[in-house]
Each structure stands twice: as C-alpha cells, then as structure tokens.
Antibody
Framework: QVHLLQSGPGLLKPSQTLSLTCVIS??????????WNWIRQSPSRGLEWLGR?????????DYAESVKSRITINPDTSKNQFSLQLTSVTPDDTAVYYC??????????????WGQGTMVTVSS | SYVLTQPPSVSVAPGQTARISCGGN??????VHWYQQKPGQAPILVVY???DRPSGIPERFSGSNSGNTATLIISRVEAGDEADYYC???????????FGTGTKVTVL
C-alpha cells in the first residue's frame, strides 16, 4: 500500500521560502510508471497543479507557468522523498499543499495517492 | 488556458440520482477524471476515463463525456456521498493538469 507523508512549516512571512517534504512508502521516487506532483488548494484558486518530478532514464521536472519562476521540485533517492520549494511567497500563496502521485499504471494517468495536506499561511 | 466549469452546488434527495456537469471546450476529446473531497480530507479518485471506477468505489458512481460536457452520475444517492466533487483533465496544449471549479453535493 502506497502512502505519502508530508512535513514542513505552516506559517511563513511574505518574501520567505516555502519548503515542504513528502516521504514515499510503498513505491519509489525513481519509479518508471509514476510522477510525483505538488498540488495546492485555496478558496480563490481552487485546486491548482504546481509541478512534478519524475524519472525516465534521467530526471525531469515540469512546472505551472503561474509559479515557474519561483518553484523547484527535487527528488531525494537516498530518502525516497521529494520536496517543494517556493520562493518569495505572498499572502496569495496561502493554501493547503498536497503531494500527490500520478500513476501511469491502472487507473492510468490519475492522481491516485494524495498526502494528508499541509495548511500553509503567509502573513506578516 | 483551459477552463473547466462546474455548477457550485447540486442538491439531491436520498435514493435519487445526482448529475454533476463539467464544461470545457471539446472536453469530449479528453480523458476526464472525477475526485470526491470530504471536509478536512484530501481528494480521492472516484471515476476515471470518464466512466470507469477504481477498486473500492461503488457501482453507483459512473460518468459520461461528449462534446463540451462531461457528467458525473451518482445513482441511489446516500448521505455519505455528501462532498465536493471535482473534474480534472490534462490539457496537452499547455502541459497543465486542470481541475474544475468544484461542485458541492448536498443530500437533502
């Protein structure tokens, strides 16, 4: 059974860097049949896909244009986890952040495993 | 960017059928997935590829997709189906995963 366990601070000041980690159990961050994603949810933006990392003979990442200049998603194979960094946060980045697996097996190309979510508040 | 539009709310009596629409340009050509989210919980997948169900999801959940509208259908609605529901597609033109605006289903 696959589980994702998130950790990271929940309160930030404007201009700081948001850092979250997602530990994977029951699967591998180096899997050739999954991608590892960060999705956030807020009342103003709804569910918003932020980006992903994945391994297909080498490491790849893709990011949403809305955050592309501020975001980094990194895998850590030694700890079987992946992380999110979002720089220069503003109150508009206040949201619940989820780490999520997208499987390319059955059910194909769906977000089938979600972390528990981390409420991140940006306030001075 | 690609936009998916859902009605904010749907109300249904127990035992009746709930239909939740998801509108998008030529959505019938895309693979649509549906997620259920209860308060304080992460979303879970209930229908994928417009009409298939993951293991553990009751047969009461089904869907359809044609033209500019995809629909999630919940038959014989139960109190436990009360939740927010989101449609989702992958937009190949932008490379983005896009979610609908969400629909709150209330069981009367």
């Amino acid at each position: 059974q696959v589980h994702l366990l998130q950790s990271g601070p929940g309160l930030l000041k404007p201009s700081q860097t948001l850092s979250l980690t997602c530990v994977i159990s029951g699967d591998s961050v180096s899997s050739n049949s999954a991608t590892w994603n960060w999705i956030r949810q807020s009342p103003s933006r709804g569910l918003e896909w932020l980006g992903r990392t994945y391994y297909r003979s080498k490491w790849y990442d893709d990011y949403a244009e809305s955050v592309k200049s501020r975001i980094t998603i990194n895998p850590d194979t030694s700890k079987n986890q992946f992380s999110l960094q979002l720089t220069s946060v503003t109150p508009d980045d206040t949201a619940v952040y989820y780490c999520v697996r997208l499987t390319e097996q059955w059910p194909a190309n769906t977000f089938d495993i979600w972390g528990q979510g981390t409420m991140v508040t940006v306030s001075s | 960017s690609y936009v998916l539009t859902q009605p904010p709310s749907v109300s249904v009596a127990p035992g009746q059928t709930a239909r939740i629409s998801c509108g998008g340009n030529d959505i019938g050509s895309k693979s649509v997935h549906w997620y259920q989210q209860k308060p304080g919980q992460a979303p879970i997948l209930v229908v994928y590829g417009a009409s298939d169900r993951p293991s553990g999801i009751p047969e009461r959940f089904s869907g359809s997709n044609s033209g500019n509208t995809a629909t999630l259908i919940i038959s014989r609605v139960e109190a436990g189906d009360e939740a927010d529901y989101y449609c989702q597609v992958w937009d190949s033109s932008s490379g983005l995963y896009v979610f609908g605006t969400g629909t709150k289903v209330t069981v009367l």
